[in-house]
């Protein structure tokens, strides 16, 4: 499996494009806000004839959702997130302003619903769907046990896990559920997290000041 990591907007934030042989790809989070975002998005799908299969979203911060509506009006493809995070789409004018920001297009629904356990499946690879609330309501892992990966979202980071402090947010929740859903995997597992540099569940179980 290939793993295109993009780093993308103003606060930044990583953005994954999965894809294999087949040429099927699953994109996670795409936060592309600049043009020069969008146009990077563009070239490597487009030069790698690559069939967009989903657009997954760990969660619903404007930051992880910034390019959802270019990816529906240029390949007609409509982001898919747990449910309970659904509300954030509707405040997603409110978010931007927070942080002045003015969002680059009207949000669009999502295409569909990521339920703890799903199994999201392109090409000859598959991703496990891990409900990890805490950071929002409807925070999701997406898993893949074949490649010892996982993408994080804003759960766990580099020796740190997301804040908490938003709407919906739950610290408590958070570690929980990073102690016995995430910790739990086997420690060679890669870790894609949703800002910021890639690490391994083994490290954070040694040294995540965070998780002890």
Known sequence: MTIKKFEFNMFPENCYILSDETNEAVIIDAGCFYEEDRQALK??????????????????????????????HTYGLK???NQKDEFWLEYADAQ???FDVELPDKMVPLGGYVNDGDIIKFGNHQLDAI????????????????????????????????????AGGDFDSLRKHICSRLLV?????????????ITTIGYEKKNNPFLR
């Open 43 to 72: 070239d490597y799908i487009d030069t790698n004839n690559l069939n967009l299969m989903h657009l997954l979203n760990t969660h619903l911060h404007i930051d992880h959702i910034f390019g959802n509506p270019f990816l529906y």
């Open 79 to 81: 982001a898919e997130a």
């Open 96 to 98: 931007a302003k927070v």
């Open 131 to 166: 409900h990890i609330p805490g950071h929002s309501p409807g925070g999701m892992v997406y898993y893949c046990k074949e490649e010892s990966c996982l993408f994080s979202g804003d759960s766990l980071f580099h020796g740190s896990v997301g804040r908490a402090d938003f």
């Open 185 to 197: 995997l086997p420690e060679n597992t890669v870790v894609y997290p949703g800002h910021g540099d």
